[in-house]
């Protein structure tokens, strides 16, 4: 069964290939017949992008339009991509709408032309099963580790927020993701706001739990796709196609998320099994589908903007409606 449905993905984001391509290709053809390199981060271990880099469905849906995946690096916190973004060592990557909002009020390198609704179950504050924090107003006098300017600081100012809690009475710890699980479970620090791609190995394995999730605090911190500005403007019919292809395969995905997990390898640091399985199922399951951006959207990344500014993470309100597209647009300017 899952076989067959990732087969009706691939062949419907193929037929939609075709229609972009045909209404868009003379804009974003190579003069010299050349292929068109995409840059993207390597998808990893999981996801409808980990698909089709194994089954090769996305390379088959870009040659449609001229264009082939250039895999670099690997996915991870977005503020090392948007830097990517802007010296043009990358063209196309997937962040938070907090992080894009951070970015976009240094250097404006980029654009974003596809979001997914914000995580309400895999993303908010940790605290150890044991700690005696029970809600949001136990956190006063306590340290919480957070990233700078991202996810985890909006996750933890608005829970703060939300509960009446002055940010000043919690002490943030500021530390690269993939540092801070360790100062939690030394007990350097009390609290740990953060997301899925840490959360749920966190919860499963970790003796942890969620005080508050992204849900319980009303959180619009949407997944967005960005796209390097040069990229788009000479390429629009690519960007159109990437879309169109990731749209329907995380469609199908959404219906049988099994298929999404450990697809190159069963062991290793980036599989899962038991418990973590079952909670990253669940989360692919609640997720919605990336899709274009809406007015509703547009509404909520403005939302966000004028909070960082509020609470002093930017300096001033990132006007993020200048750096949106409509994907669905005829040569999407």
Known sequence: MITVTRALA????????????????????????????????????????????????LDAALAKVGAKVEWTGSAGPFA????????????????????AIAALAQKPGFRLFAAVAPDK?????????NSGINSVADLAGKKVV???????????????????????????????????AAVLHSGQVDAWATWSTFSIAERANAGEHFLVTGGDIGSQNYAVWAVRNEFQQQHPAVVAAFYTYLHDAEVALRQHPEAGINVVHSAGPDAVDGRAKDLTIEDLRALSPVSAITDADRAAFAEVARFFADQHVTDGIVDVAPHL??????GNR
């Open 10 to 57: 691939v062949a419907a984001a193929l037929t939609l290939t075709t229609v972009v391509t045909a209404c868009s290709a003379p804009s974003s053809s190579p003069a010299s017949g050349a292929t068109i390199t995409v840059r993207i981060p390597d998808p990893g271990n999981s996801g409808a992008l980990a698909l089709g880099k194994k089954d090769g469905s």
């Open 146 to 180: 957070v990233s700078h300017g991202g996810s985890a600081e909006y996750l933890l100012l608005r829970a703060l927020a939300q509960n009446h809690v002055a940010d000043a009475a919690v002490t943030r710890v500021y530390l690269q993701p993939n540092q801070s």
């Open 121 to 129: 179950i895999a993303e908010g504050i940790l605290v150890k099963d």
């Open 80 to 99: 090392p991509a948007a830097q990517e973004l802007d010296n043009n060592e990358l063209d196309l990557a997937e962040g938070s709408i907090t992080s």
């Open 325 to 330: 597209i409509d994907i669905t647009a005829a």
